[in-house]
């Protein structure tokens, strides 16, 4: 399998996330509930980011898996 991860969108994911709670963030991009884990990096080499929000509020999960922040979007689609 590819060492780069799919590009499962040109653009964030803008999701309202709930203070304390974990989310684990799609990393390959193969995913079918983006931005989220599924299961499908299985022997991938890729592993899901866990995010615990801080406070409940909107934040921006990468869509395009280039980021340098993961999970959060950094504007790396800008350049695809």
Not at 6 to 33: H, L, M
Not at 45 to 71: D, I, L, W
């Amino acid at each position: 399998m590819s060492d780069t991860p799919n590009i499962a969108q040109k653009g964030p994911y803008p999701v309202d996330v709930t203070e304390g709670k974990s989310y684990f963030w799609c990393a390959c991009g193969r995913s079918e509930r983006q931005p989220f884990c599924d299961g499908s990096h299985k022997g991938s080499g890729f592993e899901p980011v866990k995010f615990t929000a801080e406070s409940s509020e909107k934040v921006f999960f990468c869509g395009c898996k280039q980021t340098a922040n993961p999970p959060l979007c950094d504007g790396s689609h800008s350049k695809l």
